[in-house]
């Protein structure tokens, strides 16, 4: 990337706000760097949506710095736009939420200028995991490349200099986060095809990979019925249970280590980012079950081991089911690996031999349409099963799902209409659940409980994940009502705004507006209180105060 040439090309846009919501919260600034030549634009604005500033924390502005400023005029931004070329050049921002605040305020105010503006969230380029626990933030990024003046407390004008150091840095390539290390990526590197799910950004690297269609049946259900079994909240539940099952059948392990480490060379290694999480290093017995490496994760591996000596005692049928039929009694490999040089994709298998293929999958989610390409690309032509678990009733017990499943290519199916409805029947993990009406997998289908002859619409991924009835399985269906509600995925700065939002409206309820929660971190830690009638300012434990939500000056003086 010629650094003269994109000057030109580029303006950077930064916003600070009072919240995450561009309908309900206030924009505070609008920053504009134009870097050809070294020009900015800072601009506070008024409160109108919110009675006070809640993120002072976070961008360093109050309410006195807000006293007094006047909303954009069309004239104003008619000038913006001509002074920094809105018109003409693209706008870097990085993430979305600066273009959604910029639109909505424009609407709301009624003034024109979004519709010739041409945005550019270059964070698109960054590929990362949905889990990624929220450290990908552009502070991170700076400090890793050794940009100078990350801030703890952000400001508009110094985030547009961060930005375009930062897109300078990136230089036109995309960058891959996995775990907590960063790499360049390049089209060299062959993709884990499991990528495909857990990171969306990846199907923009690949090739024009044929559609994988599937059909599916449940071939048997094992019910675990103990009451101590448990969901443990990081993702050592599944490791263990997988590690369970791989000892109880006694799989030979295939060492692809080299040659996965081989393709990762591939990758240009940029730094490391801090961790988002309490990492648990563990071993892995060969009686199934795991020991803490750190004398600190000791209480915490024992109550996991606990669930795993129950589970071994209750999974005895399923593992027997699994190298009678699944198998055949023959030989059962693990982690073998798949490649496909011509669409540069990879896949780990689970467990295999020449024949089968079972992939295991231990966490919430039921819905084989997420797992189709990593299965069509791991069974290679070969008997593919799923296994899975349904976690939604845990109080009584967990059950294990053992699905056969048909993979091929959309365009060598049938576009015929039953045939697709007919498809689409198959993989409903309730024979209770007869599909009445269904058009394409983006329509909402219309389908009925057998049972109790209820007809409801619902979505094509909805009954394929939760195949309940609200009847006839009233409580899965409330897990699954609750669960519609997704909510999108935030940074851990993004999450700690909300937090600190929601209680500092509480203490102002509270206190009849007297008392300012100044910060918050959790309930047991404590925050900075501030009176709004005597200026005095004290520290105290964050549900204390909404215990005592009064001043201890003015408390004292009455």
């Known amino acids: 990337m010629n650094h003269n040439n994109i000057e030109k090309k580029y303006v950077v846009l930064d916003v600070e706000t009072n919240g995450l919501s561009s309908l309900n919260d206030d924009l505070l600034s609008i920053s504009i760097y134009k870097p050809d030549e070294n020009k900015m634009y800072n601009r506070f604005l008024p409160l109108e949506l919110n009675e006070d500033v809640y993120t002072t924390y976070i961008n360093g502005i109050t309410k006195k710095d807000l006293k007094g400023k006047q909303p954009l005029s069309q004239e104003e931004m ?8 809105l018109q ?28 010739v503006m041409n945005f550019y969230n270059f964070k698109h380029d960054i590929i990362s995991s949905k889990f990624s626990g929220g450290v990908i933030t552009k502070d991170n990024l700076c400090k890793i490349y050794g940009i100078d003046n990350v801030l703890e407390v952000h400001s508009g004008s110094n985030d547009c200099i961060l930005e375009w150091e930062l897109f300078k840095k990136m230089n036109g390539k995309k960058l891959f986060v996995t775990g907590r290390n960063v ?21 923009y690297c690949v090739g024009n990979l044929p559609k994988i269609e599937y059909k599916s049946r449940v071939v048997k259900k094992f019910e675990v019925s103990s009451r101590r079994i448990k969901k443990f909240s990081t993702n050592i539940s599944g490791m263990t249970i997988e590690h369970l099952i791989n000892t109880m059948l006694d799989v030979e392990k295939i060492h692809s280590e080299l040659v996965l480490l081989e393709n990762k060379r591939k990758l240009k290694f940029i730094g490391r980012l801090p961790s988002p999480y309490d990492d648990i290093m563990v071993n892995f017995n060969t009686d199934g079950t795991i020991t803490a490496t750190n004398e600190k994760d000791e209480k915490f591996i024992n109550e996991v081991n606990k669930v795993i000596n129950i589970l071994k005692k ?33 896949a780990l298998c689970d467990l295999s031999n020449d024949n089968t293929v079972l992939e295991i999958k231990t966490n919430y989610n039921l819905n ?67 599909v009445i009406e269904y058009k394409n997998y983006d329509s909402d289908v219309k389908v009925k409980c057998s049972k109790c002859n209820k007809e409801w619409y619902t ?6 994940s939760k195949p309940y009835c609200p009847n006839c399985d009233e409580n899965q269906f409330i ?53 709004l009638e005597c200026g005095h300012k004290w520290d105290l434990r964050a549900d204390h105060l909404l215990e005592r939500c009064k001043c201890p000056i003015c408390k004292s003086s009455k």
């Open 479 to 531: 897990v699954k009502r609750k669960e519609r509600k997704i909510k999108e995925v935030l940074t851990a700065e993004e999450k700690q705004k909300i937090k600190y939002n929601t209680y500092a409206k509480k203490v102002l309820e509270k206190s009849n507006g007297k008392i300012k929660a100044l910060s918050y971190t959790n309930s047991k830690e404590k925050v900075k209180a501030l009176c």
């Open 368 to 434: 084989i349409d997420q797992f189709k390409e990593q299965l069509y690309y791991e069974s290679n032509g070969r008997t593919c099963y799923i296994l899975q678990i349904d976690w939604f009733n845990i109080k009584k017990g967990i059950t294990f799902i053992i699905s056969k499943v048909e993979l091929f290519e959309l365009e060598k199916s049938s576009n015929n209409l039953l045939e697709r409805k007919n498809n689409f029947q198959s993989k409903i993990n309730n024979d209770n659940i007869v």
């Open 459 to 464: 979505s094509y991924r909805s009954i394929i």
């Open 314 to 346: 209750e999974i005895q049928p399923l593992v027997e089911y699994i190298s009678n039929n699944i198998f055949n009694n023959q030989k059962i490999f693990s982690q073998e690996l798949v490649i496909h040089k011509e669409k540069n994709i990879l």
């Open 88 to 115: 003409n050049r693209i706008i870097l921002t990085y993430g979305n939420i600066d273009e959604k605040f910029i639109k909505n305020y424009l609407k709301r105010k009624k003034l024109k200028g979004y519709e």
């Open 183 to 203: 790499f360049e990526f390049n089209n060299d590197y062959i993709i884990p095809v499991s990528y495909l799910s857990t990171y969306p950004n990846f199907k």
């Open 78 to 85: 008619n000038n913006i736009i001509d002074e920094f070329e």
